[in-house]
């Protein structure tokens, strides 16, 4: 896109930085408070060039997806045992059905003492919130196959392996790539936010610490560092869909 | 309604219930660890606290803060994602802002938003809103987006004018997603007002576990969990319920039975 | 003898996709008198529809003239009374509230209002279903409902786009007669899209056989067969030869626009 089009497109970014960056020069607001976004970017310099927000990043990342691969995995051996048995999905159903709209992350203080204060607990409750959205995905994905597929398969001869494999997992995959992107940044989240809370390493540490500090630049330097990472990684789903998904236009817009 | 719980709810109740009743008998014989209080003591707990209005205290500034932040992200999500969905100069100015933003965990805002504001109510139930808007700004531009073209031209075709087209056309097709949108935004406001209020404050369903957790009252820490879990499950149930005498003849039909 | 209603001249319809330009019509040429009933026959995907909703006022005209009333088209109204092919119900109201959606707008009293709704599902034969909701009616209910409704404003003209399409062949006939009744009360002017050779000659005063694109006018057709209509028209020589002579018309243009998406 030619660089004209592209200022066109992403015009009003540049006019709320500008517009910030005005507030910020003639001091109508403490510049403790909104740093100008010169410093701001100087404080990314230093601490990128130091490695720190690296070596913190890399803890957060870490977590965040040591804990989603769990997810993931355990996600899609229920949602698939729910999508196959009848009385699997009765007994387990309920569970994600009444469970979903509870804020999991209450029962972090009761990780923290099963599993001691750090990543082991962080790991533990990111599962447990994002084990949902993997799950009722790949279940309602697996029920999503029509039901004229697979009487085709079967009118073909497909053995019950074959039939699961080449219908419904392929009708699964674009609902399961939404719960991916459901799913993602809540692990994201959840380790920022246990590394907010009491935590002593990690990108939400370093934001609460520069916080406390007074250091608001720093810390909105790391938030930047935090809402990259975000953004980068919600492209790489969108990307992974989009191989993997090929027969179904990917929807680059949000949700 | 009663075919369902004749045969197959009965099942889904056994889990839950096989795990209180372990978890009671393992906790009176003293097999498990401390942070592991039995069921019953949690109940007496919890009506103690109850009684005392102590819960209560706390229940209500949760509720209060949640609901504030919520109302008004939800305001403010739902009439910019209607005018987005419906003006492309509109939606063009805040596609970058909200697709930029979106992926990015807001709570990580916490401590700057506690530093711009103070540490007050005022910077959780400012989290609470700008965490809510997003959701809600984008299931209703989704919603607004879907309005049909034959739809505004069957409006037109009768006479309506734009007033008329925005109220009886716009508004009714993108209810079922604002209101998706919605129930994220409800469970999300419970989870940040929760975080905010674990990471700084003195009172609150947030505090208390923190205070419980600290004091190693477990048996209060639990009263705090539960509680929440019930508000987060009553919030959702009542707002379903609402959806569903509002979206009458847009739900699909399993939506229906339940 | 009194200017025709409806007036069109080298009408033109051009579309841009992507870089190329598609005529879906080109130097159409029409004019319709008021209380003719107009069947427009062609092959798929000619622009009869586009026409219709260039009357309607939905779609611009790329170049030539439109005129309804002796105006310009300027954008839709309730003069003009679509039905349109895809029904285009309105999810969250019952069948009833459907029907009465234009009968709100024009602010017509609610004991009008009832009294309009309830004539015409009894015309339509939907009166059981009127606290019924769209998605729980087949695709032929959905297309009587629209009818119904765009009856209820009482349009001067009436554009109907495929209208018996979803319908099965012995709801549409029952059909073709209940417009024909309706038609013969209020004599309105009708526009009627349709792939159904015997249905535009059994309902028509004039057939227009479309070319294929870019659409014209490949042939235009008076329909001599005495009024009122009933079944027994369906049986006679005549009718048999305008089926005959339409099709042989209308057979070069499909398999035209045949070759054409090949």
Request: charged share 20%; proline share 5%; with cysteine.
């Amino acid at each position: 896109m030619t660089i004209v089009r592209w200022f066109g497109r992403y015009y009003s970014i540049f006019l709320l930085l500008a517009i910030y960056e005005l507030i910020v020069r003639f001091g109508l607001v403490s510049p403790r408070l909104l740093p100008s976004l010169t410093v701001i970017g100087e404080q990314l310099w230093r601490y990128l060039a130091n490695g720190e927000l690296i070596v913190q990043a890399q803890v957060t990342l870490y977590r965040a997806f040591a804990g989603f691969s769990l997810a993931l995995i355990l996600g899609m051996l229920i949602g698939t045992l729910m999508a196959r048995s009848r009385l699997a999905e009765r007994l387990i159903e309920p569970i994600f059905y009444f469970g979903y709209p509870i804020p999991k992350i209450a029962l972090y203080p009761v990780f923290i003492f099963v599993f001691g204060l750090g990543t082991g607990s962080t790991i533990a409750l990111i599962v447990l919130e994002c084990v949902y959205p993997i799950t009722i995905h790949v279940h309602a994905g697996m029920r999503s196959a029509d039901r004229v597929l697979i009487w085709a398969a079967r009118n073909m001869g497909a053995s019950p392996v074959q039939i699961f494999w080449r219908v419904l997992v392929p009708a699964a995959l674009p609902i399961f790539f939404t719960g991916l992107r459901i799913a993602l940044p809540v692990a994201l989240i959840i380790t920022l936010v246990t590394e907010m809370i009491g935590e002593s390493r990690g990108l939400g540490y370093f934001v609460t610490y520069a916080s406390a500090s007074y250091q608001n630049a720093r810390a909105m330097a790391a938030f930047f560092v935090i809402a990259a990472i975000g953004f980068a990684l919600d492209r790489a789903v969108l990307y992974a869909r989009r191989r993997v998904v090929f027969w179904q236009p990917t929807d680059t817009s949000i949700k | 309604m009663m075919a369902k719980l004749r045969g197959g709810a009965w099942l889904g109740l056994l889990p839950p219930l096989i795990v209180l009743i372990v978890w009671e008998t393992m906790a009176e014989a003293g097999r498990l660890p401390d942070y592991l209080p039995a069921p019953s003591i949690i109940a007496r707990q919890t009506l103690t606290m109850l009684a005392s209005g102590e819960l209560m205290r706390h229940i209500g500034v949760s509720l209060f803060q949640a609901l504030s932040g919520f109302a008004i992200g939800a305001f403010f999500g739902t009439v910019l994602g209607l005018l987005s969905g419906a003006l492309r100069p509109v939606d063009r100015f805040y596609e970058p802002l909200i697709s930029l933003t979106y992926p990015v965990p807001k709570i990580a805002l916490l401590p700057l938003i506690f530093a711009w504001f103070g540490l007050g109510d005022l910077s959780k139930i400012v989290t609470i809103t700008i965490s809510v808007f997003y959701p809600i700004y984008i299931s209703a531009l989704a919603g607004a987006k879907s309005v049909s073209r034959v739809h505004v031209w069957a409006a037109r075709n009768m006479g309506a004018s734009a007033t008329q087209i925005i109220w009886r056309v716009l508004l009714p097709t993108a209810l079922p997603q604002i209101f998706t949108g919605l129930r994220i935004g409800l469970a999300l406001s419970f989870v940040v007002m929760f975080v905010a209020e674990m990471v700084e404050s003195s009172v609150g369903l947030g505090y208390l576990i923190l205070f419980a957790e600290q004091n190693l009252r477990f048996d209060m820490m639990y009263v705090a969990i539960v509680s929440i879990g019930i508000i987060g499950f009553s919030a959702d149930f009542l707002l379903r319920q609402i959806g569903k005498r509002l979206l009458v003849g847009q739900l699909t039909a399993t939506e229906i039975r339940r | 003898m009194p200017a025709p209603i409806i007036i069109v001249r080298g009408l033109c319809k051009r579309f841009s996709r992507g870089g190329k330009n598609v005529d879906a019509i080109r130097d159409f040429n029409l004019e319709i008198s008021e209380g003719e009933f107009i069947a427009i026959v062609g092959p798929s995907g000619c622009g009869k529809s586009t026409f219709l909703h260039m009357v309607g006022g939905f779609e611009p005209i790329t170049e030539g003239e439109l005129l309804v009333e002796g105006h310009p088209v300027a954008g839709p109204g309730p003069d003009r009374g679509m039905v349109f092919q895809e029904f285009a119900l309105f999810p969250w109201r019952t069948v009833a509230e459907n029907v009465a959606w234009g009968l709100e707008i024009q602010a017509r009293s609610r004991s009008d209002r009832v009294a309009i709704v309830e004539r015409l599902l009894a015309k339509v034969g939907l009166t059981h279903f009127r606290d019924h909701y769209p998605a729980e009616l087949s695709g032929g209910m959905k297309q009587r409902v629209a009818i119904a409704r765009t009856l209820a404003f009482e349009p001067r003209i009436l554009l109907m786009d495929e209208p018996f399409g979803a319908l099965d062949a012995q709801n549409r006939e029952l059909m073709q007669e209940e417009l024909q009744t309706i038609w013969n009360e209020t004599r309105k002017t009708v526009i009627f899209i349709t792939h159904d050779i015997e249905e535009a000659i059994y309902l028509a005063d004039r057939v227009i056989v479309f070319s294929a694109r870019p659409g014209r006018t490949k042939a235009d057709i008076p329909i001599d067969l005495p009024r009122p209509r009933d079944l027994e028209v369906k049986k006679s020589t005549a009718y048999f030869d305008y089926r005959n002579q339409i099709w042989d018309l209308l057979r070069d243009e499909v398999l035209r626009a045949r070759a054409e998406f090949a």
